[in-house]
């Protein structure tokens, strides 16, 4: 039975960076209520069941969340985690938690290590630079993870504190993971447990062929979806009259300079994880249970259809024997990815894995 980690977004709150960039006030909020419909049935804005649009600064909607984890047998967030050489941004929910300590909430940190641009508005101008510094940063920036690190409800493994590196390539990577297990050595761990993420541009997980980059201090490579399905769906055999139609509908859209966004089935790319996904105990696979990133990107976005509760229940059972699985996202609502409940679908999401956990948890 895996344990089950949903990545969760930290920008439900204001920061003053937001502010100057996006205007004044700006949270995830700002673009999911000023989402529309761009087609025909297309399911547009996405709502928070009881109009719960939440501030992540609000202790009460931390319980709230919590209480959501404990009673629908999730069992962690996954935070994203802004760093910046020093500079940290959304950093507050994740602060304030280790604080509340009454608050038994499960999680650990993926660094979202990469720059910020405006490209929600397609500019590719810089917002954000990531660089990665000397042993002088990284000390401070072990310093900053520690008291997480040291907490409770962080997750461990092996006495190890779990890490995840969105942006795996990097020049740095090995110098500074090794720095970064040593320092958990001297802080009475085991080393650190480091997750490196596989970008979908290279297919299926191949994790002979990635260990070449992977720092010695990474224990699992996780394939991040929905990226890697949809990946999958290009290189199938099904494609490829699918490909001759997307290529007119976009020669069409550009002549009459239509916006709309690319479709896709949810359960066809389920099928196509069904099909090509195998086990690795070096790999940790993800769910997720639809996408729309079009009130971020409008028309340049791409949609994918939810996916059917048969589909989903057939890859559980899938990786029942895998020891983590990731789920994209507990919260991510400018990019349709949210298992929090909707005014649409209730807690469906969250019942359905709930309703897999009570059927087959043998722990």
């Known amino acids: 039975m895996p344990k089950q980690f949903a990545f969760f977004l930290p920008q439900f709150h204001r920061i003053p960076e937001n502010d100057e960039w996006w205007g004044e006030g700006f949270t995830e909020w700002v673009n999911v209520k000023k989402a529309r419909p761009l087609y025909r049935g297309h399911n ?155 970008n979908s541009d290279k297919g299926q997980v191949d994790v002979e062929d990635f260990k070449t980059g992977m720092s010695e201090h990474t224990e699992f490579v996780f394939a991040r979806e929905p990226g890697l399905a949809r990946e999958q769906f290009f290189k199938s055999i099904l494609y490829k009259p699918e490909r001759i139609r997307r290529k007119c509908r976009r020669s069409l859209k550009k002549l009459l300079k239509l916006q709309l966004p690319e479709i896709f089935s949810g359960d066809e790319l389920y099928r196509q994880k069904l099909k090509t996904e195998k086990h690795d105990p070096r790999v940790i696979h993800g769910t997720f249970f639809e996408w729309d990133n079009t009130p971020r990107h409008g028309g340049r976005g791409y949609v994918i259809t939810p996916v059917s509760k048969q589909l989903f229940f057939r890859y559980m059972d899938q990786v029942r024997d895998e020891e983590y699985l990731f789920i994209n996202a507990w919260n991510e609502w400018a ?4 298992i929090e409940p909707t005014e649409a679908y209730g807690a469906r999401y969250l019942e359905w894995i709930s309703e897999w956990v009570e059927k087959n948890d043998n722990r």
């Open 335 to 338: 990019e349709g990815m949210m």
């Open 44 to 198: 547009q804005p996405k709502v928070p069941q009881h109009g719960r649009y939440y501030n992540l600064l609000d202790k009460e909607t931390v319980q709230w969340q919590t209480g959501l984890l404990k009673n629908y047998h999730v069992d962690g967030l996954i935070y994203y985690h802004y760093y910046f050489k020093g500079r940290k941004l959304l950093e507050k929910p994740a602060e304030n938690l280790l604080k509340w300590k009454d608050i038994d909430q499960p999680f650990f940190f993926c660094w979202a290590n990469h720059s910020w641009f405006r490209t929600w508005e397609g500019s590719a101008k810089l917002l954000v630079k990531q660089e990665y510094g000397s042993r002088e940063d990284w000390q401070r920036h072990f310093e900053y993870l520690l008291p997480f690190f040291q907490d409770s409800r962080y997750e461990k493994r092996d006495n190890k504190p779990l890490f995840m590196v969105f942006k795996s390539e990097f020049p740095e990577k090995h110098e500074m993971f090794s720095f970064f297990d040593e320092a958990c050595r001297n802080h009475g761990f085991d080393g650190i447990c480091i997750i490196e993420t596989w």
